[in-house]
């Protein structure tokens, strides 16, 4: 009986054109497909100011970013889990990526993310979506917290315009920021400022304005005409050119093998394993409320599944880990995406618009992707969801969310998020808190990561 359940789970798994698919085929068809084309092309269009701006602060190549969430895109809409769910880079894999990427290279990212994809795989075979959900609402909160800080922090050097780097321990960022201060470029600050808050007043009118874009637009205008002159450092000039060649291929390379190397492969590999099904689960969960989908539910271990190829087969077409992105996905449903085709047709539009726009991208000032990260990181602390965990009767979950969003920028996320989680199980063992099973902790993690 095991044994059938298994063979059909897998035959599911592999099928990409399964039920998913449903709402595509009612009425009119052909007006469907429009609607996710275009929904498709306008997610193109913010995403790839956001795929450039999480590459470069995870110590990668901008050109990385667009690739990575165009194919990510394409893998996920196939063999994922949810109708809605548009897949790409997302701020919490900076700390974890920008760690890596400062001691080894990007062959050996390579190496690690294969390492998690085949974790997620047998996680989605072996059903195990449904655990995710007994992570309580305030360590996710305090997660999210803390990686937006980490973000904030690390575009200081772009935001200030310093020509020499900040590095990427909490500490000494704050540390060279305030020692490079005096050398501050202040038209690279004001070119910051204003993109971040193109980003944040056009969204507030309509999420579905792509802010980025605009804001990507006015760096380039500043830096081509009016402040020319300010020395503004562009990502050309620290990048070089951004190529359009998106056929580059990159196998897995493990450095020479030590005890070090091995704990950095395990550290880092479980590391992305969390993030991805985590935040893929959540935003999978959020989609299908969004959308009032009344038809076949997000399928968790499916969504795993396809969490697995992502993050196998993505970083090897010179990309890195990718997952569900809960803020694209929401400009999807509200575009009115009825289907998977919606991200693949993100997938050909991200190419072709990059491959098309990649003379005028290089030309955008590196504070300009500050600004925009600064937006990213502002948007992720929400006052609804620390509400939330203010609400709770128990004030242990409180003091739990400060724990977990103190130590993500002091310790990294897995230490963090394990210490977190550790806390909470003696919390729960000494009956101080709620059992994780709790109906109301579970519903108070659907909106998380939005």
């Not at 449903?22 to 429009?34: C, P, Q, R």
């Not at 580059?248 to 395990?266: I, K, N, Q, Y």
């Not at 991208?361 to 925009?372: D, T």
């Amino acid at each position: 009986m095991q044994s059938e359940s298994l063979t059909s789970r897998l035959k599911l798994f592999i099928n990409p054109f399964d039920k998913r698919y449903e709402d595509l085929v009612k009425g009119n068809v052909k007006a469907n497909i429009f609607k996710d084309l275009m929904a498709g092309l306008v997610v193109a269009m913010v995403a790839i100011p956001l795929a450039m701006g999480f590459a470069m602060a995870s110590g990668l190549r901008p050109e990385q970013g667009i690739v990575g969430g165009a194919v990510a895109g394409l893998l996920g809409a196939l063999f994922g889990g949810s109708k809605y769910q548009v897949y790409g880079p997302t701020a919490a894999y900076i700390p974890i990526i920008g760690g890596l990427m400062a001691t080894y290279s990007h062959s050996f990212l390579v190496m690690v993310s294969i390492v998690a994809g085949i974790l997620l795989l047998f996680s989605g075979i072996f059903k195990f979506g449904r655990f995710v959900t007994l992570v309580p609402h305030s360590i996710v909160v305090g997660f999210t917290i803390g990686i937006a800080i980490v973000i904030a922090f690390s575009q200081m050097g772009e935001v200030f315009g310093f020509k020499n780097k900040i590095g990427y321990a909490f500490i000494e960022q704050i540390q060279k920021t305030i020692s490079y201060l005096p050398e501050m470029n202040v038209f690279a600050m004001i070119v910051a400022l204003l993109t971040f808050a193109i980003c944040k007043i056009l969204i507030s009118y309509s999420k579905l304005i792509p802010a980025p874009v605009i804001g990507l637009g006015f760096g380039y205008i500043a830096a081509k005409t009016f402040w020319s002159d300010k020395g503004l450092v562009l990502i050309k000039d620290k990048y070089g050119s951004i190529p359009t060649d998106f056929s580059v291929f990159t196998p897995p390379v493990m450095p020479e093998f030590t005890g070090a190397v091995m704990f950095d492969l395990v550290y880092f590999a479980f590391a992305i394993y969390i993030v991805a099904a985590i935040e893929s689960l959540l935003c999978s969960r959020m989609a299908d409320r969004l959308a009032n989908n009344k038809g076949t539910p997000f399928n968790p271990d499916k969504e795993l599944w396809g969490q697995g190829w992502v993050n196998i087969v993505t970083p090897l077409f010179n990309g890195f880990p990718h997952t569900g992105a809960l803020a694209r996905t929401a400009v999807n449903i509200k575009l009115g995406a009825l289907s998977p085709l919606s991200g693949i047709a993100k997938f050909a539009f991200k190419l072709l618009l990059a491959a098309f726009l990649a003379k005028q991208l290089e030309l955008v000032p590196m504070a300009c992707i500050g600004g925009i990260l600064l937006y990213v990181a502002s948007g992720m602390v929400k006052k609804h969801e620390i509400q939330e965990v203010l609400d709770l009767k128990n004030k242990y979950h409180f003091w739990l969310m400060i724990f977990t969003a103190v130590m993500v920028p002091l310790t990294g996320f897995l230490w963090a998020v394990l210490s977190a989680i550790g806390v909470f199980i003696i919390m729960v063992a000494m009956k101080w808190v709620e059992n994780p099973i709790n109906d109301k902790v579970e519903h108070n993690l659907d909106d998380t990561f939005g």
